[in-house]
């Protein structure tokens, strides 16, 4: 640079300056860009809400791969009758109350409820949701454009910073054509009243503090040569007081609309509760089945001089008792658990033929087994005298 | 190369906004076309953003199938659950599919208990939480009608999603000892689910 200078003078300058003005020209032009297409991913966040569409910041990944978090998706309401299948839906969670679930709706439970699922989940929602319970289908996505609501939630400071600091250059970068702009306007208004031609003779006045800012960052060792082209700083210094005042007042009202831009979307977007809920389930089981206490078996009748021997077979977990009962309920003999016979002796002054079925009750603890199946004694007794008891077969 | 002239440069000072306008709109409308024009599922393992995963060490059984129960039978399992997820959530204990409506059952009490130490294998070692440890205690039929979602569920186990989270779940059962007669042979069966979700 110092060479060219020392050679030529003006016209390889020249050249030199035309082509920072033009890299200025097409950074701010690319800055300008990324914000404007900042802002006109918030406006499709929050515009929405005006239509009464309902926008939220999706904060999980259960919905992976179609959402992702940090993404906006606005949904729309619709009446009941067109919810269908297949659809992401927005609704009220059942199991948190307060927030709201963003899962796809998979299929129709018993009495018309909606049993949504989140695509990245491996199961459906354990809770169903009521048809009434469905704010709308979501119907546009703005991708990643909630992201610092989500950093700010997690306590991710880091990124947080980043992309503080990454706006701040962007914005900062706009604006270095500024001068490139306003060239014209002074070069039109010296010959008038404009009470910014007296400070801007040269054509390079009003580039003030960003051009200044500009030319610190390409060459930081001051540069004598430089003064005499750009008298910028002077400008600044002895004429002007009205530029400073207009750079102030743009400088105050870009961080206007900045904080506009920034209030309103913390308002409108991230003030919506977050959607997409994620869950799993695990589990076991337990199944109880009760003891049934088991009736004996084999149940047998032998004659033994006048009385009966009623036998039994019994298998199962050791019985406390067992109880042999006629047709009426009567108790005829009564034997210990590890008994598998009892001694039956009718009693009665009168009795000719009488016959009597006798079954066999097992006693746990307790509970009473069924009773066994029948065998048939008969009973003969005239005052004392006769056969007695005896089987009948 | 030309000067620049103030004309190119205001031209190009609100060139950029329209077109980023437009830009905009392009990508709203790209990314809603491709969430929402499928409606079938396409799930993928590759997630990054975090999430929930919840799993025990039952493999698969029933932590009771107890049978020949009588009056007065009691018994205890254990049960650990493990939260891996990456994202803080919270943790509930719920019945599903609940056949509590016989004898059995309604002479049935459950006591569920949350601590440290023990496993599914076995119990010894198991203690109570200090505060909060005993969950449920009531018959069965009443755990199968009042916690049944993640809702109403049990516990209040809140996961940090910073590391991975155990807690171990005793349950025990006890059969009434004046269960009637009428008992016998009943069986009574739920499901213990434990869900997470993201806080």
Request: aromatic letters at 4%; proline letters at 6%.
């Amino acid at each position: 640079m110092v060479s060219i200078a020392v050679h030529g003078g003006h016209p390889p300058r020249d050249v030199l300056h035309q082509a920072v003005d033009w890299g200025r020209l097409v950074v701010a032009t690319a800055a300008r860009a990324v914000v404007a297409t900042l802002l006109g991913l918030a406006l499709w966040s929050a515009a929405p809400a005006l239509l009464g569409w309902h926008p939220t910041t999706v904060m999980t990944g259960s919905m992976q791969p179609r959402l992702a978090p940090g993404d906006v998706v606005v949904s729309r309401p619709v009446a009941p009758a067109e919810v269908r299948p297949g659809q992401v839906l927005l609704a009220d969670d059942p199991d948190q109350p307060g927030h709201l679930r963003m899962h796809r709706y998979v299929e129709t439970g018993t009495d018309g409820v909606i049993v949504t699922k989140g695509d990245a989940n491996p199961q459906a929602d354990s809770t169903p949701i009521e048809r009434s319970a469905v704010h709308g289908v979501a119907f546009l996505r703005v991708p990643s454009v909630a992201s610092p609501v989500l950093w700010i939630r997690e306590g991710r400071w880091v990124e947080v910073a980043t992309a503080a600091l990454a706006l701040s250059v962007v914005l900062l970068l706009c604006t270095v054509d500024g001068s490139l702009r306003r060239r014209g306007a002074r070069h039109r208004g010296s010959g008038g009243t404009d009470d910014r031609s007296g400070a801007d003779r040269d054509g390079h006045g009003r580039e003030a503090r960003l051009a200044s800012v500009a030319h610190r960052t390409v060459g930081a060792a001051p540069d004598p040569t430089r003064r005499s082209l750009r008298p910028a700083r002077h400008a600044r210094g002895t004429a002007g007081r009205a530029p400073v005042r207009h750079a102030a007042a743009r400088r105050a009202s870009g961080l206007a609309v900045v904080a506009l831009v920034a209030g309103g979307g913390a308002a409108l977007a991230p003030g919506q509760a977050e959607a997409a809920p994620f869950g799993v389930t695990t589990g076991t089981s337990m199944r109880i089945t009760a003891y049934t206490v088991p009736t004996v078996t084999t149940v047998s009748c032998t004659d033994a001089s006048g009385s009966v021997v009623i036998g039994w077979k019994y298998t199962g977990d050791p019985a406390r008792s067992f109880t042999l009962i006629d047709d009426t309920g009567a108790v005829l003999a009564t034997a210990d658990g590890q008994a598998t016979s009892a001694t039956v002796k009718l009693s009665g002054l009168l009795a000719l033929g009488t016959q009597r079925t006798v079954r066999v009750q097992t006693n746990a603890g307790t509970w009473t087994s069924a009773p066994s199946a029948p065998v048939t004694i008969q009973h003969t007794s005239i005052l004392g005298l006769g056969s007695g008891t005896s089987c009948v077969r | 190369m030309s000067r620049v002239s103030p004309r190119a440069a205001r031209l190009a000072a609100w060139i950029a906004v329209p077109a980023a306008l437009v830009a905009s709109g392009v990508v709203v409308s790209t990314a809603s076309y491709s969430a929402f024009s499928a409606t079938t599922t396409n799930p993928t393992s590759n997630w990054t953003a975090g999430t929930v995963a919840l799993s025990d060490d039952d493999a698969n059984t029933a932590l009771f199938t107890a049978t020949n129960l009588k009056p007065g039978s009691t018994d205890s399992k254990c049960i650990t659950v493990t939260s891996t997820g990456s994202l803080p959530s919270t943790v509930k204990l719920y019945a599903t599919s609940p056949a509590t409506s016989s004898v059995l059952a309604q002479n049935t009490t459950v006591k569920i208990e949350q601590g440290t130490g023990g496993g599914f294998a076995s119990c010894s070692g198991f203690t109570p939480a200090a505060t909060g440890g005993t969950l449920f205690e009531n018959t069965l039929p009443t755990l199968g009608t009042q916690a049944t979602n993640f809702a109403s569920g049990l516990g209040s186990w809140t996961t940090t999603g910073a590391a991975s989270e155990s807690r171990v779940y005793r349950v025990t059962y006890t059969v009434a000892a004046g269960t009637p007669n009428t008992a016998q042979g009943n069986t009574a069966s739920l499901g213990f689910t434990w869900e997470a979700q993201n806080n």
